[in-house]
Every structure is written in structure tokens, then in C-alpha cells.
């Protein structure tokens, strides 16, 4: 055992002493670097010159102020866009003016201004004659018409049926949700006659209108016979009551 520990250190020492000689011979030998070494470099390498740089500069170079402020501006073909199947006018601006001339009816249905307001809930799902004679009642009286949403989640389908049902009417149409929440109505159509200033106040939905400032009537009955049925059945009601009655009747 100790002879075969004595052959491996021997093996070992001879390995070493071979690095050490191989070192010492590269130390004493460097490699020679002749002339045509440098001169074969010098050729492979690429010369880059002042002309280089200077037409390079001119190739990639980015433009100047004049050249971007002369620069034709592509013009999409709006013509070529892809276009609705259905090619309906629709008149917003004839829609505008008449949702304008209601504004202050509008605001005074919201409690916001002098003056009772009535507000007649609606679907644009209930029948075409139904909403008809709504609508034409509500435009004599300057009552507001009141949509939960969009027809089809879509404001152009909305805007359509609105001005086919509306015509040649003046008539304010609104989208809004918290109305319904507002005065608690759950079905259409209904009726709410709210009085002179009255206010929103909080509540669990986010606002609400005092229960003695308004009354509420559903059911699928003309608005001059719920303004009659409200005067009747509360007389505290009864002169805001009067006052849409005679605008209807003329």
C-alpha cells in the first residue's frame, strides 16, 4: 500500500515539474510577430474615410424643419370605410333643437327649478300607439319623457326610434336610470307629478325625492285622465295638477 502511494506522488511530481518546464520554455520563447503579420491585419480590416461618413450623413440623415413642413399628409378615404347596413338619416340636430326648447320642462321635472314638474315613464318596447299618444300628450302638456336605457344598448337605435315615434312633436326625451330609482318605479308606463321645488334627497340609491313631494300612477291609461285621478284623489295636488291639464286640453 505504501508503494503504491510512493508511485502516484512520484507520477504526480512528474507531471508538475512538465507545466513547470513547458512555462518557462513559452516565457523564454515568446511568438515572433513579423512585418507581414501587421501588414495582412492591416488589409483585412475596412478603412472608413471621410467620404464614408459624409455619404452616410446624406443617406440617413433625418430631415430637416422645411422638409417635414412640406411632407404630404396621407388623408384617409373616409368613403372606403366599411358603412352600416341600414343607410336611415337620422336628424340630430332637428332632435337637438327640440330636446332645447323643453329644457326648462326638463328641469323642473328634476326639482331643480321653479314650477311642478311630470315625468312619464316609458319603454320603447311598449306599443308603437301607446307611446304615440304619450308622446303627443306629453308634448302639449311640456312633460318629460323618461327611457331607463338604450334600445338595443345601441344611442343610433335609440335615436331612431325616438325620432320616428317624436316626428315633427317638441318633446323632452331622457335617458335615466336613476330617475327610475329617484321616484321608485318598477313598471311602465308611469306617471309622476312632483311639486314646486322639490329636491333630491339621500338615500339608499344614491338620491331620492321626498314621498310627499310627488305622486306616483302606473297603468296604461292616457295623461290627462292620471293628472284628473291625481287632482281627485289628492287635492294638495291638485293645482300642479291643473296646470298640465290645461296645457293639454288646450
Not at 505504501?2 to 507520477?11: C, G, H, K, P, Q
Not at 358603412?83 to 336628424?91: E, F, K, N
Not at 314650477?115 to 320603447?124: D, K, N, T, W
Request: with cysteine; aromatic share 6%; hydrophobic share 40%.
Amino acid at each position: 500500500m505504501w508503494a503504491s502511494n510512493l508511485r502516484l506522488s512520484a507520477r504526480a511530481l512528474g507531471l508538475t515539474a512538465a507545466l513547470v518546464a513547458s512555462a518557462q520554455a513559452l516565457a523564454q520563447n515568446p511568438p515572433v510577430i513579423t512585418d507581414a503579420d501587421i501588414e495582412r491585419v492591416r488589409r483585412e480590416m475596412p478603412t472608413v474615410t471621410d467620404q464614408d461618413i459624409a455619404a452616410a450623413r446624406r443617406k440617413y440623415g433625418m430631415p430637416g424643419d422645411f422638409e417635414l413642413r412640406y411632407a404630404p399628409v396621407p388623408t384617409p378615404n373616409v368613403e372606403a370605410l366599411p358603412q352600416p347596413l341600414s343607410r336611415t338619416p337620422i336628424d340630430l340636430e332637428a332632435l337637438a333643437r327640440g330636446y332645447a326648447s323643453q329644457a326648462d320642462a326638463m328641469t323642473q321635472a328634476q326639482g331643480l327649478a321653479t314650477g311642478p314638474g311630470l315625468l312619464v315613464f316609458v319603454s320603447l318596447s311598449m306599443p308603437r300607439p301607446t307611446l304615440q299618444r304619450l308622446l303627443d300628450q306629453a308634448a302639449r302638456a311640456k312633460a318629460s319623457i323618461v327611457l331607463r336605457g338604450f334600445a338595443n344598448g345601441s344611442l343610433r337605435d335609440t335615436v331612431a326610434q325616438v325620432q320616428g315615434l317624436i316626428g315633427s312633436r317638441q318633446v323632452a326625451v331622457q335617458i335615466d336610470p336613476l330617475a327610475f330609482d329617484r321616484y321608485a318605479v318598477t313598471r311602465v308606463p308611469t306617471f309622476v307629478l312632483v311639486r314646486d321645488g322639490t329636491h333630491p334627497i339621500a338615500c339608499a340609491s344614491g338620491s331620492c325625492a321626498p314621498t310627499d313631494s310627488f305622486l306616483r300612477t302606473s297603468g296604461d291609461v292616457s295623461l290627462d285622465y292620471v293628472l284628473e285621478h291625481m287632482r281627485r284623489s289628492a287635492p294638495g295636488f291638485g293645482p300642479p295638477a291643473d296646470t298640465f291639464l290645461k296645457r293639454i286640453k288646450g
